[in-house]
């Protein structure tokens, strides 16, 4: 069977692309994403890993299309080789990430009461608690002192711990693996070594709570898989990548907190004008590049037609969230952080029925942090040049590796 070699409107399909996904430093943001949204608002690419190509979608008002289309599908991922960034790719049944409706709406139901706005007022106290804890360690000891290691690793690892309900002393191997497994080096065997690690303690951490009336997420899963609402094999898929999301807190708060380190006239703002700051927070959360590449396609159920483009049935599709936020018809001046920049319907979250289960839990951490580290260490500043500061390798998550510190 031939490749059908033009759109709808009867042009040529755009040429498909190389997207290395390299590492990149700092804040750049990607110049083969650049080059992509140049050429317009559908290209074709070819990622690193898996197979063939898959179209890409950059603009803001498409990616917000395809992402609350029915006609794209995530379940099919689990039937089909995909070209895509990530080494090592094994869905489960469970995984919300790969449901379409009404699956999705059946498993997020399951654990959607530990997310909550309420449930994040009633986590606040004790989050700020175990965050005063970490940086009470850090003023006692005094400068200068690395923020990543000292507090913002730290930090998530705890609250997710508490959110999902990891007893302590399980708490630094369950890193151990979640880490490996966002990772895009150490092998495919390392990989599913951590994979398994982690999936086996899921599944004895649930059948430990089948009578359990707690609101921790595994006690959530428990009372759904003893109603019959969850199969238990389910339960491992969908537990497994909310406990890996408390990885993605600690890098986007490191690009964040890099941001205002290197930019006095942010930290000023954010420090002195704290009716100012969600604002603020939400520009840069929209700026910071928060990933490398894309994560997970979707696949077209249908023809559909965008752009006089047609996208057959059976053909893959990415979009970039990452592009969307810096999508010049909806952001003026995207490249650029303005601060007070409104509206800001930025996509750092996602979009649809995807959108990130974690989004307020992330939300709140973001902003107990910054206002935590602002308050307790005055005159917070970079302890070495900006450019002496590391990035992280051979992740799926950006960010920097270490932020050394003084104050």
């Known amino acids: 069977m031939t490749e059908q070699t033009t759109t709808a409107a009867g042009r040529p399909r755009p040429p498909v692309r190389a997207w290395p996904t390299p590492d990149l430093d700092g804040l750049r943001f990607d110049p083969v994403l650049e080059n992509l949204m140049a050429e317009g608002p559908l290209t074709r690419v070819r990622l690193p890993y898996g197979e063939g190509w898959a179209w890409l979608a950059t603009r803001h008002e498409d990616v917000k299309a395809i992402t609350n289309d029915p006609r794209f599908s995530r379940a099919e991922l689990t039937r089909r080789e995909v070209t895509r960034m990530a080494p090592h790719f094994a869905p489960r049944p469970g995984s919300l990430a790969f449901a379409d ?12 009461g530990a997310f909550t706005v309420a449930a994040m007022r009633r986590l606040r106290p004790r989050a700020q608690r175990l965050l005063d804890e970490l940086v009470d360690d850090v003023v006692r000891e005094g400068p200068p002192a690395d923020l ?13 711990s508490e959110v999902m309900g990891v007893p302590a002393e399980d708490r630094e191997r369950v890193h151990a693996w979640t880490r490996q497994i966002i990772s895009t080096s150490g092998g ?11 999936y086996g303690w899921i599944t004895e951490a649930v059948r430990a709570r089948g009578d359990s009336a707690g609101q921790d997420v595994y006690s ?6 003893a109603r019959g609402q969850v199969r238990e094999a389910e339960a491992v898929g969908l537990a497994g990548p909310l406990q890996i999301g408390g990885e993605a807190v600690t890098h986007n708060c490191g690009q964040i907190l890099y941001v205002l380190l290197t930019r006095p006239d942010l930290m000023r703002r954010m420090r002195e004008r704290p009716e100012a700051r969600g604002p603020l927070l939400d520009e840069l959360l929209r700026y910071v590049p928060h990933r490398s590449s894309v994560g997970l396609a979707r696949i077209a159920l249908e023809d559909v037609v965008l752009h ?4 057959r049935a059976g053909e893959a599709v990415h979009v970039s969230y990452l592009a969307a936020n810096r999508d010049p018809d909806v952001f003026a001046d995207p490249h650029r952080v303005d601060a007070a920049r409104e509206p800001n319907p930025h996509l750092s979250f996602g979009n649809g029925p995807h959108h990130c289960t974690g ?10 942090l910054l206002a935590t580290l602002l308050q307790r260490l005055p005159g917070l500043r970079l302890a070495v040049p900006a450019d002496h500061v590391s990035w992280r390798r051979g992740t799926m998550i950006r960010g920097p590796l270490d932020l050394p510190c003084t104050w």
């Open 101 to 112: 409706q009404p699956d999705h709406h059946r498993l997020r139901t399951a654990v959607a």
């Open 148 to 160: 990543v290691g000292r507090v913002l690793e730290p930090f998530p690892i705890a609250v997710i």
């Open 188 to 198: 495919a065997e390392a990989a599913e070594r951590a994979k398994q690690g982690l």
């Open 220 to 225: 959530l899963i428990a009372a759904a898989v």
């Open 308 to 311: 006089g483009t047609l996208i």
């Open 359 to 368: 989004a307020a839990l992330a939300r709140t951490q973001t902003e107990l």
